[in-house]
C-alpha cells in the first residue's frame, strides 16, 4: 500500500473517532502513532522511536519530548504531541526548541494528531526556526503534500533532499498566506500596486478607498469567473448522464451568486458547499445536495428544501462556524478553515440519515 493509501484510511478513521478523544494521550494512540507507523517507523521498536524522550539540557533535567526517531543510530526527528482539540501555537514548541539544539535532529513536528507542523533550522543553523517550513492536515491535503510527505518515511529518508526543498516550502507557503490575507482584506500597499497602474491622477485617500473595494469586486468576479470556467470544462468533458448532474451544479452556484437579493457566494462558501456534497457523496445522490445563500448564512439543503438543511455555513465574519443541524436545534460550532469541516462528518451524515427516515 502506498503512503497516499495509508494516510488516506487514517483519515477515513478519524471523524468517527475523533469526538471520543479527549486527552492528549488518547490522541497518541488513536492518531499520531498509526500516523508514523504509515511513514514506515515501527512504534514498537524502541530503538527506532522512542517514547519519552528524554535529554539533559544545560541546567534542566528529565524534560522529555514525546517522540524522537532514530535511524541507524541518530536521532532524526523530534515530536511534540498536543491533543486532538487543540489549536497548535508557538507556546507549544518551546520544549522542541529547546531540544532541537541539544540533539543531532535536523527536523521537528509539533502535531495535534490532525494538523502536522513540520520546523527545521533553515534561518539559523542548530536554531529551530519560529514557524513551520510545512504544515500537513490530515482532514484536508492535496495530493503534492503527500509527495512533500513521502520524503519523510523511513525508505525515503534524506536529510539533503528534505533541507533542498524546505526554504522553497516555508517561503512557498508564507507568500500564499500573504496573498490569502490581502485577497480577503486589501492592504493600502496592495491597493495602490492596481491603482497605480490603471489610474492617472494623484492617489489621495479618497481614491485609495474607492480602489479599496474597486479591487475586492475585481478579486471576487475574478474567483466567480474561474469557478464557472471549470463548471463549462466539466460540462465538455463528460457524457450525457453527468453533464446533467454538472448543470444542475452549475446552475445551484450561479443562483446563490446572482440571486434576485444580490447576495454574491463567496469562493470558500463555495468551496464548503463542495465538501459537504463530497461527505455525503456515498450517502446521497450528489444531485440533491443544493446550495442557498442569505444574508446570515450560507444554507446547504437536501432536495433543495429549507425545512431539509443538512448544515449552514457562517463564514460572514472573522470566525467562521458551522451550523450542525439536529432536528430544529443548529449547534454552532467555530473552525478555523473549510478543511475544519471534515472532522464533521458523521453529524453532517447523521443528519442526512434523519431527513431519509421521515
Same mark, same amino acid.
Given at each position: ?10 483519515? %477515513? ?18 492518531? +499520531? ?5 504509515? !511513514?514506515?517507523?515501527?512504534?514498537? $521498536? ?54 532541537? %539544539? ?11 494528531? +490532525? ?8 534561518? /539559523? %543553523? ?55 490575507? /490581502? !485577497?480577503?482584506?486589501? %492592504? ?18 479618497? #481614491?485609495? /478607498? ?35 448532474? $454538472?448543470?444542475? *451544479?452549475?446552475?445551484?452556484? *450561479? ?8 447576495? #454574491? ?10 465538501? #459537504? ?46 451550523? +450542525? ?34
Amino acid at each position: 500500500m502506498d503512503l497516499i493509501d495509508r494516510i488516506k484510511e487514517l483519515a %477515513s478513521r478519524i471523524p468517527k473517532q475523533l469526538e471520543h478523544i479527549q486527552t492528549e494521550e488518547a490522541t497518541k494512540n488513536a492518531f +499520531i502513532m498509526p500516523f508514523i507507523s504509515a !511513514l514506515g517507523y515501527d512504534v514498537f $521498536n524502541p530503538t527506532e522511536v522512542i517514547p519519552e524522550f528524554t535529554a539533559d539540557i544545560g541546567t534542566k533535567r528529565g524534560e522529555k519530548v514525546d517522540y524522537a526517531i532514530q535511524k541507524e543510530g541518530e536521532i532524526i526527528i523530534l515530536i511534540e504531541c498536543k491533543w486532538a482539540g487543540a489549536d497548535l501555537h508557538q507556546d507549544h514548541a518551546s520544549q522542541l526548541y529547546r531540544y532541537f %539544539s541539544a540533539t543531532e535532529a535536523r527536523f521537528a513536528i509539533l502535531t495535534n494528531g +490532525i494538523d502536522y507542523e513540520f520546523y527545521s533550522d533553515i534561518d /539559523e %543553523s542548530n536554531k529551530m526556526d519560529s514557524k513551520p517550513f510545512f504544515t500537513f492536515n490530515i482532514l484536508g491535503f492535496q495530493d503534492h503534500q503527500v509527495a512533500e510527505l513521502k520524503k519523510f518515511t523511513k525508505s525515503t529518508f534524506s536529510l539533503e533532499d528534505i533541507l533542498t526543498t524546505a526554504s522553497t516550502l516555508k517561503y512557498t507557503g508564507a507568500i500564499k498566506k500573504i496573498l490569502e490575507e /490581502e !485577497l480577503s482584506t486589501p %492592504s493600502e500597499p496592495f491597493v495602490r500596486f492596481f491603482a497605480s497602474q490603471i489610474f492617472d491622477g494623484r492617489l489621495t485617500k479618497p #481614491v485609495i /478607498e474607492q480602489f479599496t473595494e474597486i479591487v475586492k469586486e475585481a478579486r471576487k468576479q475574478f474567483i466567480n469567473e474561474r469557478i464557472n470556467e471549470r463548471l463549462k470544462s466539466a460540462l465538455s468533458a463528460n457524457d450525457a448522464p453527468n453533464t446533467e448532474i $454538472n448543470k444542475e *451544479e452549475k446552475e445551484n452556484v *450561479e443562483d446563490s451568486q446572482e440571486g434576485k437579493s444580490g447576495i #454574491v457566494s463567496t469562493e470558500e462558501e463555495i468551496e464548503g458547499y463542495h465538501v #459537504v456534497k463530497a461527505i455525503l457523496r456515498e450517502t446521497l445522490d450528489a444531485k440533491r445536495i443544493t446550495m442557498r445563500d442569505t444574508k446570515s448564512y450560507c444554507g446547504i439543503l437536501l432536495d433543495d428544501n429549507n425545512r431539509k438543511p443538512l448544515c449552514r455555513l457562517h463564514f460572514n465574519s472573522a470566525q467562521k462556524y458551522i451550523g +450542525i443541524l439536529s432536528g430544529k436545534e443548529e449547534d454552532r460550532v467555530a473552525i478555523d478553515s473549510v478543511d475544519d469541516i471534515y472532522k464533521y462528518s458523521d453529524r453532517i451524515k447523521a443528519t442526512a440519515l434523519e431527513y431519509e427516515q421521515e
